[in-house]
């Protein structure tokens, strides 16, 4: 059962501010911490749904059809430093 909040939703606020506050920790140790967190999902908690891999079996086919794997990335990251960016 939902009830109206005023569009508050329970989930609003944890998206809002964080459970505890990671702003002390470097970015290693933040990534660390998404690892961790991460490897804590069960498998069945992540896998795609049947839409999802519907999707996916779209876009390969789609790929496969165009045959076209577009650039290399070497070559994609020299013509971006030779941009200067």
Do not use: C, N
Request: glycine content about 8%; proline content about 8%; cysteine-free.
């Amino acid at each position: 059962m939902h009830l109206a909040l005023g569009g508050f939703r329970p989930t609003d606020s944890l998206m809002a501010a964080p459970i505890f506050d990671f702003s002390h920790l470097t970015p290693a140790e933040r990534i660390e911490l998404a690892e961790q967190l991460w490897d804590s999902l069960e498998p069945e908690a992540i896998e795609p749904s049947t839409d999802e891999l519907q999707h996916i079996r779209r876009r390969r086919a789609e790929l496969a059809a165009d045959g076209d794997p577009g650039e290399p990335w070497e070559g994609v990251i020299d013509e971006i430093e030779e941009r200067g960016v």
